[in-house]
């Protein structure tokens, strides 16, 4: 059974950082792509940002290309975003989200993932 539990989220002040982090237990698959999903209220979740636990390639959401980087640490069945330079706008509810034997460009912006995790809200604000 395949679970996903993300940490991380929280209230942050527009400029600041926070680190999201995702436990990855119970993939069978060789390969997967991990990746950071949100979704706003009113909004459709979309993909922000993915990687491959394999050739570690990546795929990252325009709006947070330059100020956020995805990793994977192979070794502990982890996925990690670090958010930097934080807007209003990324406020959401972020989600991990696994789709094995997959590739980012596929994955992230199409939203098409076998597995989700229940989600941690992250509130940018003064």
């Known amino acids: 059974q395949v679970e996903l539990v993300e940490s991380g989220g929280g209230l942050v002040q527009p400029g600041g950082s926070l680190r999201l982090s995702c436990a990855v237990s119970g993939v069978t698959a060789d390969v997967y792509v991990v990746g950071w999903f949100r979704q706003a209220p009113g909004k459709e979740r979309e993909g922000v940002a993915c990687?491959?636990?394999?050739?570690?390639?990546?795929y990252y959401l325009d709006s947070v290309k330059g100020r956020s980087t995805i990793s994977r640490d192979n070794a502990k069945n982890t996925a990690s975003l670090q958010l930097d330079n934080l807007k209003e706008e990324d406020t959401a509810v972020y989600y991990c989200?696994?789709?094995?034997?997959?590739?980012?460009?596929?994955?992230?912006?199409?939203?098409?993932?076998?597995?989700w995790g229940r989600g941690t809200q992250v509130t940018v604000s003064s």
């Open positions: 990687i491959h636990s394999g050739d570690g390639s990546t």
């Open positions: 989200g696994v789709d094995p034997w997959s590739v980012v460009n596929h994955v992230c912006p199409r939203v098409d993932v076998n597995f």
